[in-house]
């Protein structure tokens, strides 16, 4: 995800280590580093500038605090200033409201939409959204599939060209429900007739939010964009979707500079469940190289019962196969591996590219292979010897090769997982972190 | 289109031209102090070789040298120019590298217009990384039918659409046209390419959500073949080049349908990103040629340059609009003659 940024950052952090004084050149070489990061996350070249000359600013400035080494003191920095990049979360109230999604073209919206819808019904709400995109053909069918495999009732119709007058009738027919959520037509900030539009579909449904969504791919037009639509409708929140792609969503931050909002929801998956509240120390964390423990636990509680993964005994270190077959298991419903992994506080801790590098498909096999394992074998593998792995393979109808692959995978994870746990001698992000107090 | 970085890229060759400019005023003082204050430049010279050699080139044979040092600061600006214009970090690089060594070190002939010798290393590495466009009408002119051309891409980026735009300037290039309805997992996309072709009345072949779209694609390939249709126009389903079981779908796609181009659909706005799920398709399943989308949305034109730089693959066309019509072939040259300005 956001693991890229992650490396160069802490490849510029590690430069600092060793250092007894705050040296001018080394805080140059880390802002220059950091520089090209941001940058190369798609930041906005104004912001990105900014925050180098206060964090240069800032480290060569104040003293470090006594206790503090130079390292901790220049991150401190760094960290404080990105939080203020990043801003808080917006807020998301439980309560009856009108929301109205505005965005440009192909950045998720109608797909946000019915995430959205998900996201209040589970949260107990009654909600209804209404489809005013009458442009795209195909954009009722679509939101009107998603909403009705969650039996969400979709007001629209395709036969209509005056979005205005879904508006209007669709407010006034789903009156009963707690949340409506208006998915409109994608639009650009030089289209002013559509720009034109979406205020007018504004001064009609008085929404009580009005979010934008950007595309993490989304580059430095982000913060023009973001201007055009914060001057039309006043935008105060945004949703960043398509995280689970290789993008790091730097744009985004723009339009929260922008439109002097929060982010408030992050769009990482192509099922409906795929959408999680913006945390904005997770967000930093990650760009840190640091996981985000916060995140995973609150997305384990919801989606899954508190026997399914034991997120604390594995990193205590108790990290059986059994475990594994949990997580394996887990998987679909939290999404992909590597995702789970960026939210664990792995530290400044590598885990090898090729522990990611397994494709559904192979977890099934491993599944599978698992299934034909003893009790005693899944709580300890360390009894596996050649011939379990024979008997194993043929009532898996695998090969003996492929019951190794597996355990191979198991030691690596095992490892891995280990290496949070411990800290010991390493630089623990997490006690660092909580030292200073949240932070902020 | 691109007005923005193209403004910006006029000021820059301005400054560059003007750092250069700073370097000739010695010249003429030193040739009139010939007889009168001769002393002082002689000094300066025994105090700096590479003075020396410049103030001998300039007497010797009426050059002279620029230096790294003179162009350092507007190269950092236009750096800054091409990153706010969403050229992509290594490919801003590669370009800078590119002006730097062409101006350096270069001497220049007193006679010789500055504009010139700047504007020609700015649209040297601007061409170079550009590279040539793509022209799908002679294409499929001198190519066996059915042309097959499957559509690939990220989510969100306009492949449906531009499916659709590219039939209808086909169909208005007088060739005839089939689509194959491949996105089978997105709910209303069927639906969204059907309303598309019935407008422009183009047949579509099809089977419901969810289908295998290899099936749905040959059997595309198949109905062109018997109806001796000139091209077939695959769309795709939006995937992430960092999906695995995805891009094998796409791969088995290729393999059963044996397309003659594999088009790369990206949005002009993208950032960053746009070259590494570029080189990542490109990697995985091939491209011959991309198209850009949305680039009426901004007058920037960084998405191409990077995409183009990072694949090496001719850009075909930019989408510019909604409408059907809103689609023109690309051509780097006239780009590059644009961005910079040179007929004005």
């Known amino acids: ?440 | 289109m691109f007005e923005g970085l193209r403004s910006r890229l006029q000021k820059i060759t301005g400054s560059l031209e003007d750092r250069i400019e700073q370097t000739i005023p010695a010249e003429p003082s030193v040739e009139k102090t010939g007889v009168p204050g001769g002393a002082a430049p002689a000094e300066a010279a025994e105090k700096d070789p590479s003075l020396l050699s410049r103030v001998k080139v300039l007497i010797t044979d009426r050059e002279f040298f620029i230096s790294e040092k003179d162009v350092e600061e507007p190269l950092f600006e236009l750096q800054m120019v091409l990153l706010e214009n969403d050229v992509a970090l290594p490919v801003a690089d590669e370009i800078i590298r590119r002006v730097r060594e062409d101006l350096t070190g270069k001497r220049r002939k007193i006679g010789e217009p500055l504009h010139e010798i700047v504007t020609a290393a700015l649209r040297n590495a601007l061409m170079s990384v550009l590279g040539d466009g793509f022209d799908l009408v002679s294409y499929i002119r001198n190519h066996e039918r059915p042309v097959r051309i499957l559509f690939t891409g990220v989510n969100g980026t306009g492949k449906t659409t531009t499916v659709a735009k590219v039939a209808a300037y086909l169909k208005k290039q007088g060739f005839s046209v089939v689509i194959g309805a491949g996105d089978t997992f997105r709910a209303g996309a069927l639906e969204q390419i059907d309303v598309h072709a019935d407008r422009l009345g183009i047949k579509v072949i099809q089977h419901q959500q969810g289908a295998d779209p290899s099936a749905v694609l040959f059997d595309a390939v198949s109905y062109a073949k018997a109806h001796r249709i000139d091209a077939v126009l695959a769309d795709t389903a939006g995937r992430f080049h960092n999906r695995a079981n995805l891009m094998n779908q796409l791969e088995k796609i290729r393999r059963v349908m044996n397309p003659d181009l594999i088009v790369y659909v990206d949005e002009a706005v993208a950032g960053n990103d746009a070259v590494i799920r570029a080189h990542e398709f490109d990697r995985t399943v091939g491209a011959d040629a991309v198209i850009l989308t949305k680039a009426d949305m901004d007058s920037r034109g960084g998405a191409a340059i990077s995409i183009a730089h990072t694949i090496g693959k001719p850009v075909m066309f930019l989408g510019t609009g909604q409408g059907y019509d809103d689609i023109v072939p690309f051509s780097p040259a006239r780009v590059v003659e644009e961005l910079l300005g040179v007929s004005a």
């Open chain 1, 1 to 440: 995800m956001l693991d890229r940024l992650g490396t160069s950052l802490k490849d510029a952090v590690k430069k600092l280590a060793g250092k007894t004084v705050v040296d001018r050149a080394a805080v140059e070489e880390l802002v220059r580093d950091l520089q090209r990061a941001l940058i190369q996350a798609d930041v906005n070249v104004r912001l990105v500038m900014q925050l180098s000359e206060a964090i240069k600013k800032r480290a060569l400035e104040e003293q470090p605090p006594k206790g503090m080494t130079v390292r901790e003191h220049v991150l401190r920095i760094v960290y404080q200033e990105l939080v203020r990049l990043v801003g808080s979360a917006g807020e998301v109230k439980l309560e009856p409201q009108v929301i109205l999604m505005a965005g440009l073209q192909g950045s998720g919206k109608t797909t946000t939409t019915a995430k959205l819808a998900r996201y209040f019904q589970r949260k107990g709400l009654r909600v209804a959204v209404i489809c005013a995109d009458t442009f795209r053909p195909g954009a009722f069918d679509q939101l009107n599939t998603l909403c009705s495999r969650i039996h969400v009732p979709c007001f629209g119709n395709p036969g209509e060209k005056d979005a205005l007058k879904i508006v209007r009738e669709g407010l006034k027919s789903l009156s009963s429900a707690e949340v409506i959520i208006i998915d409109t037509q994608g639009r650009h900030a030089l289209e002013s007739d559509l720009i034109r539009e979406i205020i007018d579909i504004q001064a009609i449904a008085s929404a009580q939010h009005r979010w934008l969504v950007i595309d993490a791919a989304l580059g430095q037009q982000a913060a023009e964009q973001a201007r055009k639509f914060h001057e039309a409708i006043s935008i105060d929140g945004v949703i960043i979707t398509k995280m689970d792609g290789t993008a790091k969503g730097g744009g985004a931050l723009s339009a929260v500079a922008e439109t002097r909002s929060g982010i408030v929801f992050i769009g990482s998956g192509e099922t409906i469940d795929d959408l999680e509240r913006f945390d904005p120390d997770g967000f930093i964390s990650r760009l840190l190289g640091m996981g985000d423990l916060k995140a995973l636990v609150e997305k384990a509680e919801e989606t899954l019962a508190a026997a399914e993964v034991d997120v604390n005994a594995m990193l205590r270190g108790k990290f059986s196969l059994r475990d594994m077959y949990n997580q394996l298991e887990a998987v679909t419903r939290m999404g992909p591996l590597k995702q789970i992994m960026s939210m664990l506080p792995l530290g400044n801790m590598e885990i090898p590219e090729d522990a990611y590098d397994i494709t559904s498909t192979k977890m099934q096999r491993y599944r599978i292979i698992m299934d034909s394992m003893t009790a005693a074998e899944m709580d300890d593998p360390s009894v596996i010897g050649s011939s379990r792995i024979q008997r194993i393979a043929r009532g898996a109808g695998a090969s003996p090769e492929e019951v190794r692959e597996l355990l191979r995978y198991y030691k690596m994870m095992k490892r891995a997982l280990k290496g949070v746990r411990g800290g010991q001698g390493r630089f623990n992000m997490q006690r660092m972190l909580k030292k200073f107090g949240g932070g902020t």
